[in-house]
């Protein structure tokens, strides 16, 4: 932010105080590094939790079902145990009948009648077991009396008198132990056999004695069906049942699997369907879905998510209706205003899309007793509230080191700040409050902890949200500084990192505000702290610095530009750019008045590569000083990035 930083001097003196008390900062690195996490287990598409190596990541997910471990830099699958392999029974299946290898699926199979295997990386079966004889006893069956081959239909239906086989893929009577004399009792025995379509008798109510006239004479008759008018039951039927669908329309219906499976493998994504299951299937196992819209199937994982990733807001579901893998989480975008002022505030707001929170610049510490200035605005936040953005007001100390020292001292000032503090924002109804305490003596980190966890309690009980900003810093002082990273990340909501003022206004050398580089390694330091990637946020600026230097290269000034004003001061002073490869910037040079101007530019391209870095380490967004120094299109960009 351009705030009255001294960071290059107090670095300096951090540094000085180091190498005095023989503090290695580069141990302080190496030993952080170890909390970085690298991966991240999913229970189907839902984060469970974050490793710092691959190994302890797969060891946890082993023990969660349905699982998957990716790297959470690039979102790259390096281990799963989900199913390939799927058991479905009379076209049914189970989560207890999914299996990694074939060779485990087949085992289970061959115990089981009227099944198949699904490789759930291709369409139709791998295994199938399906029934094609059926043995009766008269006009009874059991559910294990079905054979796949006529052979053992035989063998069972010989254990039986009055036996007969009824050929499943022909729908016919192929096969009975019947003698002569039973045929001819039969057919003058009472008749209770009827033909019926719909339900409604055919043939002219024809009744039959004998089971297999019935059925002979049903075979002519289209859709229908065999009935036992004395019980009811349903003994033969013609019914065109197995039915195959292509894209939700029916294009083809039959008395048998085998004939609609035919017809099924002929037509691209089409289906057999029978008595609302599903028995066979040429429609991947896996769809990419963007919202509630369908987009693409596939046969395999890596297909589907590699196509997903081209797709913000994407899902890959099976056909179960498991979603495995999502993109939906949107980033959060905050931003300050650097005003009290609601008519400015409503300005700004107007300009941004996307925007998730707004920060007001509406309370400070005006005295070390705890005094505070108020000039917050409850029917803005309500206005804003209702665009859908939430007001989480900048609280910050003036930067005054002094005062701050004296406030952290003393207690009963610091209940006194908080309680009027905590007690406004839940009048108003705010979402939160940012933290902005800066300049803090080094020497008063234990007591600015303190302080944090005092006011993160009396905000959490009044169900307020709580950010901090802290400066970027480095991994080699910051341990020396009043901002105990650690410490604060487990205390409050959100860390946000304030990653500009590379090159400030005290610097004495000219440089980007913020070079890409420097960026991504301090969101690499600020990971190193065991900081969640969840409560991080990257602070990004709308501005940059132009430095002057005299005719002998001296530097003798410099001043903060808009990014707004920046295409404007390039045509009119006719600046001409070059590629900075240290900052992944345009450098700007152009002479006026004996002096040459610098300037690294910060533009939608810049911006865009921020907020890819947030994406990159799964920050949990971006926080940009300020609103107002941005043209309005830039926000067009981060609405289609969020």
């Known amino acids: 932010m351009l705030k009255k930083k001294l960071i290059a001097a107090v670095t300096l003196l951090l540094l000085s105080s180091s190498l005095l008390a023989g503090t290695s900062g580069s141990g302080v690195a190496e030993a952080s590094s170890s909390l970085v996490t690298k991966y991240r287990v999913y229970q189907n598409d839902q984060a469970l939790r974050e490793f710092p190596t691959e190994s302890k990541a797969i060891a946890y997910a082993k023990n969660v079902s349905y699982s998957h ?62 029934a094609k004889f059926r ?21 069972e239906a010989k254990k039986w008198n009055n036996a007969h086989i009824i050929d499943l893929t022909k729908n016919a009577w192929v096969w009975d132990n019947l003698t002569a004399a039973q045929k001819k009792d039969q057919r003058s025995a009472t008749a209770v056999y009827q033909i019926r379509v719909d339900g409604v008798p055919a043939n002219n109510g024809k009744l039959y004695g004998f089971l297999y006239d019935a059925i002979k004479s049903s075979s002519v008759i289209a859709g229908s069906e065999v009935v036992n008018t004395a019980t009811g039951i349903v003994l033969h039927s013609n019914v065109l049942a197995y039915e195959v669908i292509q894209n939700g329309k029916l294009i083809g219906a039959f008395i048998n699997l085998d004939d609609a499976v035919a017809l099924a493998k002929k037509a691209p994504n089409a289906e057999v369907i029978y008595k609302d299951n ?37 899902y890959v579901r099976t056909s179960d209706g498991r979603s495995v893998w999502n993109n939906a989480k949107s980033l959060v975008y905050l931003a300050w205003n650097g005003s009290a002022s609601s008519s400015t505030i409503l300005s700004h707001v107007a300009n941004t899309q ?17 005094s505070i200035n108020d000039t917050s605005d409850a029917d803005l936040v309500k206005t804003l509230k209702e665009q859908g953005i939430r007001v989480a007001p900048l609280v910050h100390n003036q930067f005054n080191r ?78 020396l500084t009043a901002y105990d990273h650690t410490a604060l990340s487990s205390i409050v909501d959100t860390i946000i990192i304030m990653a500009y003022d590379e090159h400030w206004s005290g610097s004495d050398t000219p440089g980007s505000v913020a070079g890409l580089t420097w960026v991504e390694e301090g969101i690499k330091q600020f990971l190193g702290y065991g900081i969640p990637r969840s409560k991080l946020m990257l602070g990004i600026p ?52 004996g002096f040459t101007y610098l300037f690294w530019a910060e533009t939608t391209e810049t911006t865009k590569a921020r907020v890819a870095l947030a994406t990159k380490y799964d920050l949990a967004g971006v926080a940009a000083w300020r609103l107002g120094y941005e043209s309005a299109d830039l926000w067009t960009m981060m609405l289609r990035m969020k």
């Open 402 to 479: 002094k005062m701050t020292t004296a406030f952290l001292q003393d207690k009963a000032a610091q209940q006194a700040f908080i309680s009027k503090l905590v007690g406004r924002l839940s009048e108003i109804k705010a979402f939160g409050l940012n933290l902005d305490f800066e300049e803090v003596a080094g020497a008063d980190r234990a007591s600015y902890t303190d302080f944090v966890k005092a006011l993160t309690k009396a905000a959490h009980a009044k169900g307020l949200n709580v950010s901090i900003d802290l400066p970027r810093g480095s991994l080699s002082w910051n341990h």
């Open 278 to 314: 599903v028995w066979w299937s040429g429609v991947p196992y896996l769809t990419v879905f963007q919202g509630d819209k369908k987009l693409r199937s596939f046969n395999t994982r890596s297909g589907a998510i590699d196509f997903a990733k081209k797709y913000a807001n994407a």
């Open 135 to 155: 043995v009766y006893q008269g006009d009874k069956t059991q559910p294990i009396w079905t054979f796949t081959t006529i052979e053992a239909a035989i063998q």
């Open 354 to 370: 996307g925007l998730s929170i707004d920060s007001p610049t509406w309370f400070e510490l005006t005295a070390a007793d705890g």
């Open 542 to 593: 709308f501005y940059v610095r132009e430095w002057k230097l005299d005719a002998a290269g001296k530097l003798v000034g410099n001043r903060a530009v808009l990014m707004k004003d920046i295409p404007a001061l390039i045509a009119d002073n006719k600046a001409t750019g070059v590629p900075d490869a240290a900052s992944g910037q345009i450098k700007y040079k152009y002479v006026k008045d």
């Open 69 to 130: 471990v990716e790297t959470i830099t690039g979102r790259t699958w390096v281990w799963d145990n989900l199913p390939r392999y799927k058991v479905y029974k009379n076209g049914i299946s189970s989560s207890a009948w999914e299996y990694r290898t074939y060779e485990q699926a087949l085992v289970f199979a061959k115990t089981q009648r009227n099944v198949h295997i699904r490789d759930l990386e291709n369409i139709g079966w791998k295994y199938a077991n399906h």
